[in-house]
């Protein structure tokens, strides 16, 4: 059974930065997608970003300019930096690897709380 470990969460004041990071159990071939989501309380789960196979990236227009997602195809790892954070980026984020086959992965959240 192949887990999805995140780490990197944690608090920080508004313009502060972290880093999440998000590896697999064990390597994965045929990944198509590697990305982060997140779910704030009393809200439904949303896409923060993605990069698809060829390396395209796609964000959440709340944070274009502020995070970047990148990834080590053969650790199979996934990052995310945030940069310039705000209290509405305040959720709980989660790893999601999803391969050709259709499966997805998904880790069990790590927080990230923005609060002065």
């Known amino acids: 059974q192949v887990q999805l470990v995140e780490s990197g969460g944690g608090s920080v004041q508004p313009g502060g930065s972290l880093r999440l990071s998000c590896g697999a159990s064990?390597?994965?071939?045929?990944?198509?997608?590697m990305g982060w989501y997140r779910q704030a309380p009393g809200k439904e789960r949303e896409l923060v970003a993605r990069?698809?196979?060829?390396?395209?990236?796609n964000y959440a227009d709340s944070v274009k300019g502020r995070f970047t997602i990148s990834r080590d195809n053969a650790k199979s790892m996934v990052y995310l930096q945030m940069n310039s954070l705000k209290p509405e980026d305040t959720a709980v984020y989660y790893c999601?690897?999803?391969?050709?086959?259709?499966?997805?992965?998904w880790g069990k959240g790590t927080l990230v709380t923005v609060s002065s």
């Open positions: 999601n690897i999803r391969r050709a086959s259709s499966v997805e992965y």
């Open positions: 064990e390597k994965l071939f045929s990944v198509t997608a």
């Open positions: 990069v698809i196979s060829g390396g395209v990236t």
